[in-house]
């Protein structure tokens, strides 16, 4: 009853003088530096609970590729939802809410602990400049400096304290066996599944096909992971014989197994031609000759560290029973 007899009479006053005073348009208040440094403060929260969660691991001796990738993979969503609220702030006043010397000197620690820590990551953890690179982080932290750059210009160049560098630390051969580890995993789940099959005598185009595929996707998997780590340090990290020795056993488990259920299931050939298994396998053997030129020769005259009955000399047969011309030709078998 208080509304309607008191408030309704004055809203109605109110109204007679819409003409005498303008009404305000909707609040549009522009963003400031303020702002950019409330999202700067949001991303240190988040940093600041991951990077001692990889601290820790490292520390222990516990890290590993599989338990730093999910932590990496959060920090790259947390400078993407950085990045997405910069954009979003748009124009910024520059003379309200600080200054740009604020927003670098921020910004300066949060970059340096990021990389600080990565880069230990990557000493403790051969291989992880490959996830890295597959998960986008120096492109996410990237897309977050020149997100800063173009709100408040000059934020990156006012700090007494330089912004660090993105980690750009450069691939070596430990990279590379780590790929190929990654890989002889994923076939060694595959081949053994397709070995039983033949030895069990119920091996047919119909489930074998599957297992194939799977093979063709681990093989897709292991090229993409080798084209991106871009150029390796080829003095750093192991040595083409290192690479020789463990992608030598992949291609002989693979050709041999296959060969022995294409004798199981006639017309396996023509099949493995059109899944294209023998483009999938040359495809990791030329990633790797771009990365360390001259390893193939070495893969293919590779006859010490292995049993006479796994020498690739024993395979070329084989590669040709199987159409494999491809394969044949990057080794020059």
Sequence with gaps: MFFSQFFLPLLAFGSLS????????DIERRADISNVLGIVGTLQG???????????????G???QSNLTPLVGSLVTSLNSATSSVSALGVVNPASGGTPANVANAVAPIVQQITSTLN??????????????????DASLNQFLTGLEIAV??????????????????????????????LKSSTGTIIPQINSLVSDGTASESNVTPLISDLITSLNTASSSLASIGSVDSTSGGSATDVA??????????TTTLSSVNTAVPGLANLLGGLGLDAALNQVLTGLETLLAGVLNLVAQLTSGLPSSFRLVDVAGLLRSLAFGLTLGS???
């Design 153 to 182: 210009a000059g934020s990156l160049s006012a700090s007494a304290t330089p912004v660090p560098e993105t980690v750009e630390k450069r691939a070596d051969i430990s990279d590379v066996l780590s790929v190929i580890s990654t």
């Design 46 to 60: 988040q940093a600041g609970i991951i990077l001692p969660e990889i601290n820790s691991l490292l520390s222990s």
């Design 18 to 25: 819409v003409l005498s005073a303008p009404v305000p348009s």
């Design 331 to 333: 080794l020059g078998l």
């Design 62 to 64: 516990f890290a590993t």
């Design 120 to 137: 230990n990551a990557q000493t403790a953890v051969p291989g992880l400049s490959t996830v890295l690179v597959t998960l986008g982080f």
């Design 245 to 254: 020795n463990a992608i030598a056993p992949i291609i002989t488990d693979i």
